[in-house]
């Protein structure tokens, strides 16, 4: 089987002090001075996929593992590294477009990136990205290449013949599902699915592998990419107020903290619950 | 404008659904005419519950085998295409979100999801919704009709649906299983396979696991939080054991949620739950944007964190900065003995 994984590499967001979100020039907001991460979904995606292939080659199924990523040169370190986690191929789409509230370009990439290469039976990707928040990647590949979608996936087995067992959750519990590919699979909250880290063995073995560099003109149309037909356009951005008062209980012991907190803040609201 | 409404009654949730767009048409759409709600519904047992919690006066109900998504798009796509609806709105969950943009794309549409607020302009409809991980709010503008949002989770309250015993609801029905239905509607006239069929030849089996019992987080009016500080599962049984004799409901952040500490019925944040307590005490939380969202209805917040400049102290009412373990352990104490002396009504 054929796995295509897309991943996005996120600044961290967590990481900004409230006088950094200052709103630039088109709706930009300068995050290069934090560190970069894999964007948390696509990590579970990630790991999702490995689970999958050891399961699947203990069953004696031969699976190959595609990874792609979009945007510049300074995403190839992460690449690397899932070649040294025994990805079979990584690719990279050189971008250099602000594409950050355009789910339906981003889409359409992979789409025709997996209409050229006509390979992978099943694409695995992230629900959702910090920065936009668009929500709608994996919804529209689907979409575009007209296949089946499986929304909120948390856990992907081999199952007999090609097929796979997927459990997603839905709004009111776990649906665990035999599939026959082809299908795009959007992962959600999945527990314990960290992405391992290589060991310095298969860094140095498999970690050098070529990165396939491709030109994202080649799989969107210019026009498109220097204004992103979504139907939507961003109009305003500002940041979202969250500060309270912060007033510190101050105390010289955890015991005085926790009894001034009682008997100033606590008591009488306890009563009225 | 003219908006339907788009529920899933196969589900649990439905009232939640259908009081939460309720709550955000009466708060948005004023001016609007409410066309249909339609329903999906899996059983004929709950008809009579899902029309009387139906948010608008005309509802159309599409029955179908269960909740699957490509069903339903399925059948949307071609009952509405060419209806002149300008406005889909469906609920926050798991289900409106994934169907949202799929309609969108399948009638030509524009998109958004988790919008928390919405108003009309000439030509498009104007969207705020949170972005860059809940740290920014933005405005959009959607310009291909129909426009096709789901809510964000939290972001209206919720408003019951008004019984008015003297109005007639108008209530038409499908049953997707109808075979004469998928020939005339939509025209599969003569196929082995039914509609239904067709759109579900992916999956070969299917099984349901009905969600562990609620946690109780959404309406709780006393939570205690564990967040990512922590550092350790036993550390959350703990706090899970100081919560009961605090008289409290346990919620976690995601780190402590994805590193299974706790379940995910847990979870509070964008991704969870939207708690709306009285009283909410977090341990040990740094204070991470999509995280407080779920707790920012909170009429009381107070942090206990060790580190002075961590979010979640501004966030907050009140803060200790000491270690959550201490403080609670005689935050209990002080309880316990105010209950011995009938000081409190825990």
Redo the contacts between chains.
């Keep these: 089987m054929n796995i295509l994984t897309c991943f996005k590499i996120v600044s961290d967001?967590?990481l900004?002090s409230?006088s950094d979100?200052v709103?630039e020039d088109h709706?930009r907001?300068n995050t290069s001075f934090v560190k970069n991460m894999i964007n948390?979904y696509d990590e579970s995606a990630l790991e999702i996929t490995l689970l999958y292939k050891e399961q699947a080659e203990k069953l004696g199924s031969a699976v190959n593992l595609s990874a792609l990523t979009i945007g510049s040169k300074q995403l190839d370190a992460y690449l690397k590294t899932l070649y040294a986690l025994r990805f079979d191929k990584a690719v990279r789409i050189e971008n250099q477009h602000d594409l950050r509230?355009s789910?339906d370009a981003i889409s359409t990439v992979i789409a025709n990136y997996v209409k050229v290469i006509k390979k992978p039976e099943v694409i695995i990707l992230g629900r959702q990205s910090?920065?936009?928040?668009?929500?709608?990647t994996p919804?529209?590949v689907?979409?575009h290449l007209g296949w089946?979608?499986i929304?909120?996936a948390v856990k992907i087995e081999p199952?007999s013949e090609g097929?796979l067992k997927v459990s997603s959750?839905?709004?009111?519990?776990?649906?665990?599902?035999?599939?026959?590919?082809p299908?795009v699979l959007?992962i959600?909250?999945?527990?314990?699915?960290?992405l391992r880290i290589p060991t310095l063995k298969d860094k140095v073995n498999y970690g050098k592998k070529e990165i396939e560099v491709l030109e994202i003109e080649n799989y969107l149309n210019q026009a498109v990419l220097e204004q992103p037909s979504?139907?939507?356009?961003?109009?305003?951005?500002?940041?979202?107020n969250?500060?309270?008062?912060?007033?510190?209980?101050e105390g010289s012991t955890?015991?005085e903290?926790?009894?001034n907190?009682?008997h100033n803040?606590?008591?009488e609201?306890?009563?009225?619950? | 404008m003219k908006h339907t409404i788009v529920l899933n009654g196969c589900s649990e949730t439905f009232l939640s659904q259908a009081e939460e767009v309720n709550g955000f048409a009466a708060a948005y759409l004023k001016d609007s005419r409410a066309d249909k709600t339609i329903i999906f519904h899996c059983t004929d047992r709950h008809k009579p519950f899902l029309i009387a919690n139906s948010p608008t006066p005309s509802t159309q109900l599409i029955r179908l085998p269960r909740y699957q998504p490509e069903i339903i798009l399925r059948t949307l796509e071609q009952l509405e295409a060419s209806s002149n609806t300008e406005l889909y709105l469906f609920p926050g969950d798991f289900a409106g979100s994934e169907l949202s943009p799929r309609l969108a794309y399948r009638l030509g549409g524009s998109s958004l999801i988790a919008v928390n607020k919405i108003s009309r302009t000439e030509n498009a409809l104007t969207c705020h919704k949170a972005v860059y991980s809940n740290y920014m709010q933005a405005e959009f503008k959607l310009s291909e009709r129909p426009y096709c949002i789901s809510l964000a989770k939290g972001s209206t309250d919720p408003l019951p649906i008004a019984v008015e015993n003297d109005v007639e609801k108008d209530v038409s029905e499908i049953d997707i299983a109808n075979q004469e239905w998928n020939n005339t509607v939509l025209s599969f006239k003569g196929d082995q396979e039914s509609e239904p069929e067709k759109a579900c030849a992916h999956i070969v089996d299917y099984e349901f696991v009905k969600k562990e019992a609620a946690s109780g987080l959404e309406n709780a009016n006393y939570i205690l939080v564990a967040g990512r500080g922590v550092k350790m599962k036993e550390k959350v049984d703990k706090l899970h054991t100081i919560a009961g004799q605090l008289g409290a409901e346990l919620g976690v952040s995601r780190p402590v949620a994805m590193s299974a500490w706790a379940p995910l019925n847990k979870l509070i944040g964008v991704s969870g739950i939207m708690a709306k307590p009285q009283i909410c005490i977090t341990a040990a939380v740094s204070g991470a944007a999509a995280f407080y969202t779920g707790i920012e209805k909170s009429k009381l917040i107070i942090a206990i964190n060790t580190d002075r400049g961590a979010p979640i102290i501004r966030a907050s009412d009140l803060a200790i900065v000491d270690d959550y373990e201490k403080v609670l352990d005689e935050l209990v104490q002080i309880i316990t003995e105010a209950q011995c002396k009938g000081d409190t009504s825990l």
Aim: with cysteine; net charge neutral; proline share 8%.
């Design positions: 967001l967590d900004m409230e979100w709103v709706f907001i948390p509230f789910p910090g920065v936009g928040d668009n929500a709608k919804l529209l689907a979409e089946p979608c929304s909120q199952a097929l959750m839905a709004d009111d519990g776990l649906v665990i599902e035999t599939i026959r590919p299908c959007s959600g909250n999945a527990p314990n699915s960290y979504e139907g939507h356009n961003i109009t305003g951005l500002k940041p979202i969250h500060k309270r008062q912060g007033v510190v209980i955890p015991a903290k926790a009894q907190l009682y803040y606590l008591q609201r306890l009563k009225q619950l």
